[in-house]
């Protein structure tokens, strides 16, 4: 069965019918309960929003029932203004101190982030964490030595790319600017609308990681060569049939942040 509906607590309020997305829950009346039909089983994207959304809680999603989760009165509620700070206080961190993070925060920061959005509730992305600085170094070298193929190009980076060269060179790294790890997510091959989710995903990490005392940066240069560049790909090792997405760089940031700074006047246009 699709869902498990409790006889003795549901109302019979019609609400996990109208919130399911697909549209499958048959509403209860007086004599049948709420219920999927066998031939619309399987349609159900196992989203959960009949279960959470039921307000007596009579209705159980019939997917690993045992890791339900019900939440206290109250709980998670913040309000704006405490929001707002914790958002705009964000920075992106390039400065880091050599302590590393203990995998135990980085999977609980994790947890967080695998609740992200994902179209129909595909969950397509996966999560590769480079934990050892050293190999984070050796895949901000490879970046490197991607940016001397594209030196002397068409490429739109191609003037851009001799002062991040030379600062490489010079013993410093442009490229994770010293971060003791990186959080990269893979996508499956051939799914266009994966790689939305893949960012979703990652700002969801981006957000969260600040709760636990972590800096976050977004690995641009590492992404745009992760791309493309083989040596780099295959460095990477990612399982056959999926594809990079994207990454960041994080870890303990070195300096505390002690102010909001300002950014561009909001514009909107309202219709």
């Known amino acids: 069965m699709t869902i498990l509906v409790d006889d003795t607590t549901c109302t019979r309020c019609g609400i996990c019918s ?10 209860a009346d007086e004599t049948i309960l709420p219920r999927v039909r066998d031939e619309k089983a399987g349609m159900c994207i196992a989203c959960g929003h009949c279960e959470v959304s039921c307000p007596t809680q009579a209705l159980l999603l019939n997917v ?3 890791e339900r989760v019900v939440l206290p009165a109250g709980a998670g509620i913040l309000s704006p203004d405490e929001l707002g700070t914790y958002l705009k206080k964000r920075r992106s961190v390039r400065h880091y101190t050599k302590e590393p993070v203990p995998k135990e925060k980085i999977e609980a920061i994790l947890d967080i982030a695998r609740y992200a959005a994902s179209g129909g509730n595909a969950q ?3 999560w590769l964490i480079v934990h050892d600085p050293k190999e984070v170094y050796r895949l901000a070298g490879l970046t490197v030595d991607w940016m001397k193929t594209i030196t002397n190009s068409s490429h739109p980076m191609s003037g851009y790319v001799p002062s991040l060269i030379a600062g490489w060179e010079h013993g410093y790294d442009p490229i994770c600017r010293g971060a003791p790890h990186l959080v990269i997510v893979h996508i499956p091959e051939g799914n266009p609308g994966a790689a939305t989710d893949a960012i979703i995903a990652l700002t969801h990490f981006d957000i969260a990681a600040p709760a636990f005392g972590i800096g976050t940066c977004w690995a641009g240069f590492l992404s745009i060569a992760a791309m493309s560049y083989e040596p780099l790909q295959k460095a990477l090792g990612l399982p056959a049939g999926r594809k990079y997405a994207y990454g960041l ?7 505390k942040i002690h102010g909001i700074p300002r950014r561009n006047p909001l514009q909107v246009t309202w219709r």
């Open 18 to 27: 109208v919130i399911c997305p697909m549209r499958i829950i048959e509403p």
């Open 64 to 66: 690993r029932p045992d």
């Open 124 to 126: 397509p992305v996966q």
């Open 249 to 255: 760089m994080f870890g303990h940031p070195k300096y």
